[in-house]
């Protein structure tokens, strides 16, 4: 699962070495990567920990099946995160770590869905049903489908089987599966949405800044501030919208709630806040190498 930005180029067959966690293409060690696969597994080794300190009581496998749900979609975000970031800071190493996460956001996902198997008492019928006739679970399997299609793919050999440019298509679906994720979260939600709606926001603002890099702005810390406000305001919208679908409750009303801090930081401040780090971030190493900044 990477996304994409591969050229027409030939590619070469992989050494063996080069399907080892912590190798790149060429099958060479990559410290960078390396780390990124300690940190993927990190969720999971919590999780084990938690688990064994009972501290899931008194339902381990329904907060297991929370908890691998918010990473696969935590690690999902985090795929579509790494093109901004590299775009910004011209880290172009970074790219090493995109099919690391983009992996274990599905690992997670299909550990979700083996956990709801599991509380399911493995009784294949009844899962295969409730799939089938609870919406939220349908869309939940529609986004794991994507996932797994792209994770099947995720590998030289189906680069070289679909040519660089229907890969590339392929690929691009992950932002497809993001939003169908957020839909299931949003559904199974009951009455609060309010994690639903920042990560929202947060795949919103990666959208954004993927449309601005196609116009070439992608590293300019004007642009990304404009898409800071735009990406904040987006994100209140989104949960005015929910509220007013689900309950008919005043979009105004909804958004006003954003302005009062006494109550918590809402999540469209938290992405607008994200939006000017981005921002920030690309103002101080368009500083560091002016040369950068012009045509971004
Ligand atoms: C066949 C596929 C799936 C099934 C059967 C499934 C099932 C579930 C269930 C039973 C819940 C808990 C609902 C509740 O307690 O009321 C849940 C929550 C959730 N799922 Fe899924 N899911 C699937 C796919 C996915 C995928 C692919 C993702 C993300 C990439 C995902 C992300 C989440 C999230 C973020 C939550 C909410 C966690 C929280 O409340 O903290 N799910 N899902």
Redesign the pocket.
Known sequence: MVAPMMSDAAFPRPPLAAWLPGTDRAGRFSALKFAAFLAALGPGAALVWFWSQGELAPKPI?AA??????W??R??ALTLAVTPLRVVTRVNRLILIRRTLGLS?LA??LL??AL?CV?QRLDLWT?VS??ALRF??T???V?????IALGATSNEAAVRRLGATGWNRLHALVYP??L??LF??FL???NDVT??VL?SGYVLLLLGHRLLARRRRGASALALVGLAVAAGLATGLVEAAWYFGRSRIAPLDVLAGNLDFEIELRPPWIVFGAGLALAGLAALFNRLSPARSRGR
């Open positions: 329904t099946i929370h908890f691998s749900g918010d696969a979609l690690m999902l956001a997670y996902g979700h869905v709801y509380e899962v409730e799939i939220y679970l869309i939940g399997f986004a794991l489908a994507g996932l599966i993001a169908v994720s299931h979260y199974q939600s009951k994690p639903a990560w």
